[in-house]
DNA sequence: GTAATTGCAAACCGTTTGCACCCGA
DNA sequence: TCGGGTGCAAACGGTTTGCAATTAC
């Protein structure tokens, strides 16, 4: 349950937060101001400062995890431990897709160990176009 | 010459432009307010505008590329399109160490093929922490 | 000479914060 | 009740921009 998701953390439950937990739940990656637009639409209005701090406090207690697929806007999705996964972003339409490739993954603990590094977090993002876009312009334009 | 590489693209040479590229040989990964610092040492007086506006054209001209290894600030350094790498970012010290690895490329091209992608881009930072911090802080404090 | 470059200050945009009020447990 | 949650507006930090003066070619 949402509710459980919020309280088991020991978070006070309010309706802003049950709100933008649901958000989550129909749209994997949301940054702040889609947010907005989204809790709006349901009449539900929020103002930008209880979003970030909303925000904050589910990436502090791990009910969230933050991306940098923009470069100059924060994106989230929800934490999920055990299904870590990487991301293919359509440059045209902004699509996310998930990926998990595990060969990667020991790939990058190799290089890790060889340059004496301990890797804590890790972050693969592939920039193109997808399939979708590439139809809508075959000549790339 | 780091002239030439200027005026090749068709861009004005100028002593802040040269000031730049040479802090960008100096110093692999720039965001702008340590080449501001930097150029400050040198005796060269550079106003934020003009930082920006040669980084933006310098990236326009595929003199420099652009990172996002910090969640609020962008970082530079030179292009090389004939050497690709990826980073190891150390998240106590922010020390940057390049890393080419041929397999990881070549999966990442077939998860695009899977996914009907076509990669124009992509970013791989691992963040962890680099051996000399462990050093420090053996127990990881 | 002319278009590109620069400095300054103001604007911008995403995000954060201080403060007074509100509300969930 | 009371400490966390919220709204508002102001502040913040990195970046961009309008404009007038300067400079490279």
Redesign the pocket.
Known sequence: MNSDII?NKG???????LAILEAFKLHKHL???QINTILNKKGN??????I??????FEANGIIVRHNFKE???VYELADPSHHHDHLICTKCNKVIEFYNCQIEILQEEIAKKNKFEIINHHLNLYGICSDCKKTHPAGL
């Open positions: 309280q978070l006070k439950l309010t309706k802003h937060k940054d702040a101001h209005v929020v103002s930008a400062a209880t970030y701090r909303v925000l904050a406090s100059d806007q924060a």
